[in-house]
Each structure stands twice: as C-alpha cells, then as structure tokens.
T-cell receptor, first 115, second 109 residues
Framework: DVKVTQSSRYLVKRTGEKVFLECVQD?????MFWYRQDPGLGLRLIYF???????EKGDIPEGYSVSREKKERFSLILESASTNQTSMYLC??????????????FGQGTRLTVV | KNEVEQSPQNLTAQEGEFITINCSYS?????LHWLQQHPGGGIVSLFM???GKKKHGRLIATINIQEKHSSLHITASHPRDSAVYIC???????????FGTGTRLQVFP
C-alpha cells in the first residue's frame, strides 16, 4: 500500500518558534508538495520539489522554507511561527516528469496551532 | 472569481439517495482530480480523468471538456460516504493543481 506519511497529526507551537513539518513517501516519487488548507480557501500550494535539492515556490511561500535532501523526504520549515500560520498542512507526492506528474497521493495532514 | 468552483458547498442526504457534486473550472486543463477528505484530514484520490467517464464501485465521475464541467455521482449513498469532496484541476499552462473549496457531504441513516 502506497504511503505518504507526515510526522505529526497535531502540533501546538508558540509564536516565534522554529517549526519543522516532515513528510516521507515510499513510492520513489520525483515530485513532492506542501499545501495549507484553510476554511473557504481550499488547498493552496506553499512549495514543491521535483527532484532532490530542487525546490520551487508555490502560491504562498512567504514565511516558509523547505528542504529536500533525500528523494523520499520533504520538510516544511516555519522559520518563526506566527498565529496566521495556524492551519492544516498537507503533504503530497506524485510521479512523472515536470512539475505536475500524474496522480497525487496525500498524507494524513498536520493540524498546526500557533499560540 | 475562483478558477475552480464546486457546488453545492454543503449537502445532506438520506442513506440510499443518489448524490451529485458539480465542479466547473475556467482554465485550460490537462486533467481533473476528485479527492475525498475524511474528518481528521487525510485526503484520498478517487479519480483522475481527462475525458469521458470513470466508475469505481458506487462512484462515477464524468467530465465535459468543452463545457469545462465535471460531476461526481454517488449511487446508493451510505453514512460512510460522509466526507468533504474536493475537485482539483491540473492547469495546462502551469502544470500545477488548482483546488476547489470542497463540498461537505453528510449522509444520515
């Protein structure tokens, strides 16, 4: 069974903390994505990566950075967490060439609350 | 205006009813995805289609490229179908996924 695994289901962090969200996939996919999901806004792309050490900004990259040192792992970093980064974060991966690939597989989500 | 619009936003049904969720989009696409998100957050891909119709169990997805419209149908709905259903299109120009805001379905016994 294919899997995209996010390291935490729920996280509570304080304003100003550095936060790491980890995502691991076991499908040997080239493409990995980080989205945030907010009520009424749908999923919005933060960053994506189409190869090891490669990263591209999505639609809302401000306040975030990413790291892809290994093909199976894509990390999202909140350099200094703020309350407006309270959200559901979803990681996804897909195969294929280019930015999009084919079918996307999603992790279970991390609900982050910044207090 | 959102590039991907879903309707209705919320839907309640009695067990056994036939359900239709609609998705309209305004961009050129290479594919359209239907996703299911259960309470707790995890998302499962139901269908990816670029033309015609696909069926999986009680779920049917159709797409009309000319009209830029897709529908997700659930036959003989069941309480376990209760979830948020999300339509997403892959932009032909940018190759990125653009998501609708989802349709929250509740099926009561």
């Amino acid at each position: 069974d294919v899997k995209v695994t996010q390291s935490s289901r729920y996280l509570v962090k304080r304003t100003g903390e550095k936060v790491f969200l980890e995502c691991v996939q076991d499908m040997d996919h080239e493409n990995m994505f980080w989205y945030r999901q907010d009520p009424g806004l749908g999923l919005r792309l933060i960053y994506f990566s189409y190869d090891v050490k490669m990263k591209e900004k999505g639609d809302i990259p401000e306040g975030y950075s990413v790291s892809r040192e290994k093909k199976e792992r894509f990390s999202l970093i909140l350099e200094s967490a703020s309350t407006n980064q309270t959200s559901m974060y979803l990681c996804a991966s897909s195969s294929g060439t280019g930015m999009g690939g084919t079918e996307a597989f999603f992790g279970q989500g991390t609900r982050l609350t910044v207090v | 205006k959102n590039e991907v619009e879903q309707s209705p936003q919320n839907l309640t049904a009695q067990e056994g009813e036939f359900i239709t969720i609609n998705c309209s989009y305004s961009v050129g696409i290479s594919a359209l995805h239907w996703l299911q998100q259960h309470p707790g957050g995890g998302i499962v891909s139901l269908f990816m289609l670029s033309s015609g119709k696909k069926k999986h169990g009680r779920l049917i997805a159709t797409i009309n490229i000319q009209e830029k419209h897709s529908s997700l149908h659930i036959t003989a709905s069941h309480p376990r179908d209760s979830a948020v259903y999300i339509c997403a299109v892959r932009s032909y120009n940018t190759d990125k996924l653009i998501f609708g805001t989802g349709t929250r379905l509740q099926v009561f016994p």
